[in-house]
């Protein structure tokens, strides 16, 4: 028996027995704390991912590998007769990429009408920003019914990028960059409109969904 042999059947054990233990040591990855809010004329979401960073995560983020969060993201109108309908979706892709020679964790998040970026040396900043999606637009008000109701719902998956020997190899036994949550959905909601709004509602329609001055909130309640 060659010595690569040798060594790939050692480290195929020692990733599947390591895998293992991943598997029934660690708790699942899983989004909470969905809620929705208004910004003006937009519907926006607040969501947070927990039990993401295991060791073995944290230990390969401290090595330089950039480490991204994919966010789903679908605002539904419940429907009993057609199946729910889809009215908005976003995708937001949260990055974190440590910089060993600044010592400093480079994060990004992208999506629709999100766009930001911060640097910290705080490993718990860091963590709090890749684990939290805060006033992320989902919808225009316009696209809302007061007589429907809706549920926004979210899932989340990890993708680990530019991955070096061992790790390119421990990665193919291990469930390391390959989790993906269920999805985790709002109780149903409706909308109460404010009366005021309706002649600036319909002066602004066909406006892009940007919140504007002077716009008085086009929701005043999420109701269960």
């Known amino acids: 028996m060659t010595t690569f042999l040798k060594t790939f059947r050692a480290v195929t054990f020692v990733a599947m027995f390591w895998g293992l233990l991943v598997a029934t040591g660690m708790a699942k990855p899983a989004i909470t704390k969905v809620s929705l809010n208004t910004q003006k004329d937009l519907i926006t979401l607040d969501a947070e991912l927990i039990d993401a960073f295991s060791e073995k995560i944290k230990e390969a983020i401290e090595s330089g590998v950039p480490m991204t969060f994919t966010y789903e993201i679908e605002l539904r109108k419940q429907s009993s007769v057609f199946g729910d309908e889809v009215v908005s979706q976003n995708k937001v892709t949260q990055t974190v990429q440590f910089d060993t020679l600044k010592k400093v964790y480079q994060f990004s998040s992208q999506g629709k009408n999100v766009n930001r970026q911060v640097s910290t040396k705080s490993i718990e900043r860091y963590?709090?920003?890749?684990?939290?999606?805060?006033?992320?637009?989902?919808?225009?008000?316009?696209?809302?019914?007061?007589?429907?109701?809706?549920?926004?719902?979210?899932?989340?998956?990890?993708?680990?990028?530019?991955?070096w020997f061992p790790f390119n190899y421990l990665l193919f036994f291990v469930p390391f960059n390959n989790f993906e949550t269920p999805w985790t959905q709002s109780t149903p909601l409706t909308i109460q409109m404010d009366p005021a709004f309706g002649v600036e509602a319909s002066q602004n329609k066909s406006k892009a969904a940007i919140p504007a001055k002077g716009v008085a909130d086009g929701i005043r309640s999420f109701n269960q």
């Open 127 to 163: 963590q709090e920003l890749m684990l939290t999606l805060k006033d992320i637009p989902i919808a225009h008000v316009f696209k809302l019914d007061p007589e429907e109701k809706y549920y926004v719902r979210v899932k989340a998956e990890m993708e680990a990028d530019g991955l």
